[in-house]
């Protein structure tokens, strides 16, 4: 009985096992499904969307000013004519009794008109409408971008700081091991005071270190949590992977695929567009207009005799309408003042974002260059640093060392795992922000 109480223990933990392992594995926060959180939840991405909907109902309004208008009007009322000393008619030329009487009154009007010549004034509006509508649309992919690279910054500080916190615990590790040893040492008169109080001091100083690491891991966290709009006590486990692919860039070629393919500057474009239509519209806004209209009206005092609205008591009308706004108080002419200066100040602002653009990719390609190189100086300075940190070890454990020698060679370790972590996530973010700046998929691979 007891061998089958095992046997079927060890089937139950052999077959949970795998389903433990994976929601496990589900609770483990990527990189890929931050940036999916993020996007969901961020404000500005929020606006961003909405403000696209708001430009696209306004081509929606310019392309329904090209298009006819018609109105239906129905009206059922009752009227009294009061009594009258001489002849009177009612406005279907009815003779009005002169002691007055009540009637009922059915009204029906159907009305509309249409634009027929404007000058163009309705098409460049629409397209007005239609650029500004771009210009939101690349705002909004813009904006993706952005929070995007900035949740690839703040994850990989996160990790960051996990990884200095690691360096700093096996430096507090380190110093203990040398405090452990001096201290032996000094109980059996073989060490001098001198180095038990350096060795002391020295493993507070790496404690203090550690506080400061720890500190600033969970700002680090904070920071996160608070783009994933997640309760700052959220439980995140991490992917601490540093891969380094190495890629070769060629700036001219970055600048040139960025001009044309960054949604920013794409969107500033389509500004600059948006306003050159709105001032040739507000131009040709001074010129005369041609308008269609048409009109059917019927009035009864029977609702009875409504079979008959084709036949007796209507009116109809079409025609033409010549309109031209001869003095607008000035109107037209401040509109199109503001509307030139708006067009110039688009000019300016695309020019200036391009002149930024090529400033922040030459900025972003220094840095990669510059993380590529520490990250190799780096991983050679670590290699050396374990090895001078062992051999300084055993110098001072056989007496052909000094304390000071050991304490350095371990600071001289933390430093340079602390630079090559630096590098490492250095190299990370600016790879994201150059994918970011050149207009490309921001990948996280």
């Known amino acids: 009985m007891k061998g089958r109480f095992i046997f079927v223990s060890l089937v139950l933990v052999f077959s949970l096992a795998p389903a433990a392992v994976e929601r496990a594995r ?80 059915y009204v029906l ?27 939101s649309r690349y705002a909004l992919e813009y904006q ?14 996160l990790v960051r700081g996990v990884k200095l916190r690691e360096v700093q615990e096996e430096d507090v590790e380190a110093n203990r091991r040398n405090l452990e040893q001096v201290e032996a040492f000094y109980k059996i008169g073989s060490r001098t005071k001198a180095d038990f109080l350096q ?47 190495e890629t070769a860039l060629d700036l001219d070629q970055e600048i040139e695929h960025m001009m044309s393919h960054r949604s920013d500057l794409l969107g500033r474009r389509e500004q600059v567009k948006a306003s ?9 806004s001074r010129l005369p207009n041609l308008t269609g209209y048409y009109g059917y009206g019927w009035n009864n005092r029977s609702w009875q005799d409504f079979e008959s609205m084709f036949k007796t008591d209507y009116s109809f009308s079409l025609g033409l309408a ?59 300075t670590v290699t050396h640093a374990r090895e001078n940190q062992r051999l300084a070890e055993e110098r001072y454990r056989v007496g052909a060392g000094t304390i000071l020698e050991t304490i350095e060679a371990s600071a001289s370790l933390t430093a340079a795992l602390g630079s090559l972590v630096d590098a490492k996530i250095d190299y990370l973010i600016n790879r994201a922000d150059m994918q970011r700046a050149t207009g490309r998929q921001i990948s996280t691979k």
């Open 322 to 380: 010549l309109n031209w706004d001869l003095f607008d108080r000035f109107l037209t002419k401040s509109s199109i003042a503001n509307a030139e200066a708006s067009a110039r100040i688009a000019d300016f602002n695309l020019e200036q974002a391009e002149i930024d653009a090529v400033l922040e990719l030459k900025q972003i390609d220094l840095n990669l260059k510059q993380a590529r190189e520490r990250i190799a100086l780096g991983e050679e």
């Open 276 to 284: 050159e239509n709105a001032l040739s519209a507000y131009r040709f």
């Open 26 to 105: 589900a609770q483990e926060y990527t990189l890929e499904r931050c940036i999916e959180i993020a996007l969901d939840v961020s404000p500005a991405v929020g606006i961003s969307r909405e403000n696209l909907v708001a430009a696209r109902t306004g081509v929606l309004r310019s392309t329904g000013n090209m298009l006819p208008n018609a109105a239906v009007s129905f009206r059922v009322g009752r009227s009294f004519a009061g009594p009258t000393s001489g002849v009177v008619f009612d406005q279907q030329g009815r003779l009005i009794q002169p002691s007055g009487f009540e009637y009922d009154t």
């Open 109 to 135: 009007s159907i009305s509309g008109g249409m634009m027929l010549f404007d000058w163009g004034v309705n098409k460049q509006t629409l397209d007005e409408s239609y650029h500004s509508a771009e210009a």
């Open 144 to 157: 993706k971008d952005y929070v995007k690279a900035v949740v690839i910054r703040e994850y990989y500080d």
């Open 199 to 245: 060795a002391r001091v020295t493993m507070a100083n790496s404690e203090l270190s550690l506080i400061n690491a720890r500190n600033a891991e969970e700002l680090a966290r904070a920071r996160l949590l608070s783009r994933l709009n997640m309760p700052l006590d959220s439980d995140l486990a991490l992917d601490e992977s540093l891969g380094i692919a």
